[in-house]
């Protein structure tokens, strides 16, 4: 900034040119765009150019003005960002750059806010400085700010600046001694102003002085933020608690038109069932089948289905001392974890059965198999790994062992059964 001040200063004529929309004169490369994307209530919107408030639209502003007049920066003209400045040292020459910086202007289409702009002076405001033929010198507007300022009325008014040790002193005079009472950080700092003294970083110093106080630490009240978390932690285990929800109806497979998928919240492993209806008696079926492989559980979530609501299903939930808990419309986030699955399910399935919507169930066996064997982010592994404590060997990786050992023992299917490798 000094540098351009000093380039500017000594001449005749001066015109000085702001530009118009400044950052919106730049567009963006149609491949950024999506990285300018806000959202409205309706509707998501991306700028087509270069919006305020982005960190590097300073720079890139500044970047390409440069570029656009990299061969009259320095010589005819200053730029910086939207503020541009030509000089001379007589009219002619001065009127020759500025024709020179309108036509180049021109054909960059670009544009300049012409109420701001100033055209031939002899003397103008650059960044706060006042530029002539005299050289730099000061902007007496921001002097006479200063200066109309009103005088001091009492002492209080007037602080003594300090710092270093005499600064620490005054602080801890302030905090420590019997008319400090030990108070925070604020009251600290607030008695140091009354008391007449300032320095700049009064309010951080105060700030520290105060948690290294061993008096204040020992008495002053422990924050919510910096207490232990007093919650109680909850003991569960795979198979504890699981989520139980009905899929379809479906086109009909094999008779079948509903999927009904149960879910182990802990272990993300996932049991499910094609079936020709949804009533009662096939949730009941199900569910001892299912308590009968992996044990009675602490608690089944469902809807408020009637297939889930109803005697037969609560005598089974007492029976085996399950607790049987709802969901509502205001919290539907009680059976979530199924739904989650069943969402899992569905695109696995469409994927597998492709245009024989009729194949569904057929393919429900190998979808359950991709599932269980899928990666799971909230656990850091499969379900499968997580049940048995080991990975689940798929079709794949059996039949490239199998190629493997064949390859060790020279495709010899003799030499390879003795040494028991296939």
Not at 59 to 77: H, N, P, S, V
Not at 80 to 91: P, Q
Not at 389 to 403: D, F, S, T, V
Request: net charge positive.
């Amino acid at each position: 900034m000094d540098q351009m001040l000093e380039r500017l200063a000594g001449n005749e004529y001066y015109c000085f040119l702001d530009g118009f929309s400044r950052y919106f004169q730049i567009p963006i490369d149609p491949r950024d765009q999506e990285k300018t994307t806000f959202t409205c209530p309706y509707e998501k919107f991306s700028y087509r150019r270069m919006p305020f408030g982005l960190c590097n639209a300073p720079g890139t502003f500044q970047r390409c003005m440069l570029a656009i007049f990299y061969d009259m920066f320095k010589k005819t003209m200053e730029v910086f960002m939207d503020d541009f400045s030509v000089f001379g040292n007589s009219f002619e020459n001065c009127l020759s750059r500025l024709d020179k910086m309108l036509q180049r202007y021109e054909d960059t289409n670009l544009s300049l806010n012409w109420e701001k702009s100033h055209f031939m002076v002899k003397e103008g405001i650059v960044l706060g400085h006042k530029i002539s033929k005299n050289r730099i010198e000061v902007d007496k507007g921001k002097v006479d700010v200063i200066a109309k300022l009103p005088h001091p009325t009492s002492v209080k008014v007037i602080r003594r600046c300090v710092h270093g040790k005499e600064a620490l002193d005054i602080l801890v005079a302030c905090h420590n001694r019997p008319t400090g009472g030990n108070h925070g950080a604020n009251l600290t700092a607030k008695k140091v102003f009354d008391a007449g003294f300032f320095w700049p970083t009064i309010y951080k110093d105060a700030y520290e002085f105060v948690k290294n106080c061993d008096s204040c630490q020992r008495q002053g009240k422990i924050s919510q933020r910096d207490e232990m978390p007093q919650n109680s932690i909850q003991i569960c285990e795979i198979f504890d608690v699981w989520g139980i929800d009905f899929m379809g109806p479906f086109s009909s497979s094999r008779g079948n038109k509903y999927i009904l998928v149960a879910v182990d919240y802990l272990s993300k492993w996932v049991e499910a069932k094609a079936l020709p209806t949804n009533d009662a008696r096939v949730v009941w079926k199900f569910l001892k089948s299912l308590f009968a492989r992996f044990g009675a559980p602490r608690a089944i979530n469902s809807d408020r289905g009637t297939h889930f609501c109803n005697d037969q299903f609560t005598k089974v939930m007492l029976k085996y001392g399950v607790t049987h808990r709802l969901s509502t419309a205001y919290h539907p986030q009680t059976s979530g974890q199924v739904e989650v699955s069943n969402h899992g399910l569905k695109i696995i399935l469409k994927r597998t059965i492709g245009k024989n919507r009729a194949s569904w169930s057929d393919n429900l066996d190998d979808a359950l198999w991709a599932f269980r064997t899928a990666y799971k982010t909230p656990i850091g592994c499969t379900p499968y790994k997580l049940v048995y404590e080991k990975a689940c060997h798929l079709p794949i990786e059996l039949e490239h062992k199998a190629y493997w050992a064949l390859k060790q023992a020279n495709f010899d299917l003799a030499v390879a059964g003795d040494h028991r490798k296939v």
